[in-house]
């Protein structure tokens, strides 16, 4: 079956490190993204690509970083620069340029600072 | 900027109808979408409307939009408790950017 698979589902990290969440898409998707959800406020762009070897700052990009080799794999790494990292990350895609399709999302990935 | 607000919970008994709100700044918005996103888990699409439509039904889900007030609704017909869960709201708008609301819990009580 077609979607998006995110991985690990929980991760619990000490203060200082950095921790990659994976992404991986097997729907021919172009672009992709990534999302934090925290209680209440709904869900903030991190970061999203509409194509491979690119990417862009989403509204809350401070802290973190992704890169795009593939088509089919986003990942985003959390660094210790990421003041408030504990949250639930979710991944996403859409078949054609940003904005203009709907996004499928993956399960999510749920990081706890400890 | 561009906001999207919902209220945050909502309480129904099941069987009845659940009525969801949503209210957008955005002028330029081309599509709304209603998510739905089960405990622990990512979101699913619900449905969509485009700007120019005023509702939109599909089986149990009825969407209105008023454009001029800048107000979407999600009316769920005989909820059940498997319809529980957290609803939003998205605008898309002609920059091509999503902005959701913050989620509405929405809780089925037998």
């Known amino acids: 079956d077609g979607g998006i698979t995110q991985s690990p589902k929980y991760l619990f990290r000490k203060e200082g490190q950095n921790v990659t969440l994976s992404c991986e898409q097997n729907?021919?998707?172009?672009?992709m993204y990534w999302y934090r959800q925290d209680p209440g406020q709904g869900l903030r762009l991190i970061y999203y690509?509409?194509?491979?070897?690119?990417?862009q700052k989403g509204d809350i990009a401070e802290g973190y970083s992704v890169s795009r080799e593939k088509k089919e794999s986003f990942p985003l790494t959390v660094t210790s620069a990421q003041k408030n990292p504990t949250a639930f990350y979710l991944c996403?895609?859409?078949?054609?340029?940003?904005?203009?399709?709907?996004?499928?999302f993956g399960a999510g990935s749920r990081l706890t600072v400890l | 900027g561009e906001d999207v607000e919902q209220s945050l919970f909502l309480s129904v008994r099941e069987g009845d109808s659940s009525v969801i709100n949503c209210t957008y700044t955005d002028s330029s918005s081309t599509y709304l979408y209603w998510y739905k996103q089960e405990p622990g888990a990512g979101l699913q699409l619900l449905t969509y409307i485009f700007s120019n439509m005023d509702m939109k039904q599909d089986q149990r889900l009825t969407v209105l939009l008023n454009k001029k007030d800048k107000h979407l609704s999600l009316r769920i017909a005989d909820t059940q408790t498997g319809d529980s869960a957290i609803y939003f709201c998205?605008?898309?708008?002609?920059?091509?950017?999503?902005?959701f609301g913050q989620g509405t819990e929405l809780s089925v009580k037998p």
């Open positions: 996403a895609s859409s078949i054609g340029p940003v904005g203009a399709n709907v996004l499928t």
């Open positions: 998205a605008d898309h708008n002609q920059g091509g950017k999503l902005i």
């Open positions: 729907l021919n998707h172009d672009a």
């Open positions: 690509s509409q194509i491979v070897n690119d990417f």
